[in-house]
């Protein structure tokens, strides 16, 4: 992921990053509501380490 936000031109990226999570698809997969903050989480430690 740090990688292609890196590519898109890493904090002057302007644009959105979605978060999909299918778990209709993917029963097995924790509810949203569990893994949501662990993906704001992550987004900003990205942000963090960005140039």
């Known amino acids: ?3 292609i ?3 898109f031109g890493g904090k002057k990226y302007g644009r959105w ?3 999909k999570w299918e778990k209709l698809w993917h029963p ?3 509810d949203h509501d ?3 903050p662990h993906f704001i989480s992550y ?3 990205l ?3 960005m140039t």
């Open 34 to 36: 569990a893994a949501l």
């Open 43 to 45: 987004i900003r430690q």
């Open 28 to 30: 097995e997969l924790a």
């Open 17 to 19: 990053i979605t978060f």
């Open 1 to 3: 992921m740090e990688n």
């Open 47 to 49: 942000e963090g380490k």
């Open 5 to 7: 936000i890196e590519a």
